[in-house]
């Protein structure tokens, strides 16, 4: 009994898959989520990118993510490695224009062009140190668990200032006590 072939499968099924980055699974756009080319053809959005370049050298070179060959780092940074022009043609037209981007310390930087005709813009900073994306959502079903009081004084500067200060009051009270019962 013979079957019948699995139809061929579309190309644009895969389509979305194409237009997500594979780090972080969010839709590239033409700022910080931009999508970069590696030499081993593999694509990243510019952020996650530049968060695993974080704390290399310029013209260093960093493993792909996925098959770990060897891409390096352009003297400029991260922002000016060679995007995949074959993904921005497929977002949408108001996306295909790329925005100039660029690192500052742990900060990617865009200046958003404001629509008056002075020609000032704003500047928009993406930190990329921060654990929290704050643009994010959080997944369902996770509950976050906030520090206690206790602790959260204890990492204080104030309060291990303060801390410091009760046990050198209590280093002294001791001392103290011990002279002064010797001497009697």
Not at 26 to 44: A, G, M
Not at 99 to 121: I, T
Not at 158 to 177: A, K, M, P, R, S
């Amino acid at each position: 009994m013979a079957t019948a072939a699995p139809p061929p499968e579309d190309p644009e099924d895969h389509l979305p898959n194409l237009l997500e980055c594979p780090i972080c699974y969010v839709s590239y756009d033409n700022i910080f989520k931009t999508p970069l080319l590696l030499p081993c053809s593999h694509t990243f959005c510019m952020e996650c990118l530049s968060r695993l370049c974080l704390f290399l050298k310029k013209s260093q070179e960093f493993p792909c993510p996925l098959c770990r060959c060897l891409a390096q780092i352009p003297p400029e940074g991260v922002p000016k490695i060679q995007p995949n022009l074959n993904v921005v043609a497929q977002l949408p037209q108001d996306m295909q224009v790329l925005q100039d981007v660029w690192v500052d310390g742990y900060k990617l930087c865009w200046m958003k062009k404001n629509d008056s005709s002075e020609g000032k813009g704003s500047l928009v900073t993406l930190h990329l140190l921060s654990n929290r994306g704050e643009n994010r959502p959080s997944p369902e079903g996770l509950v976050s668990i906030e520090q206690t009081g206790c602790r959260a004084f204890c990492r204080s500067v104030w309060g291990i200032g303060v801390t410091i200060f009760t046990l050198g009051i209590c280093l002294f009270t001791v001392l103290f006590l011990a002279i002064f019962l010797n001497k009697r």
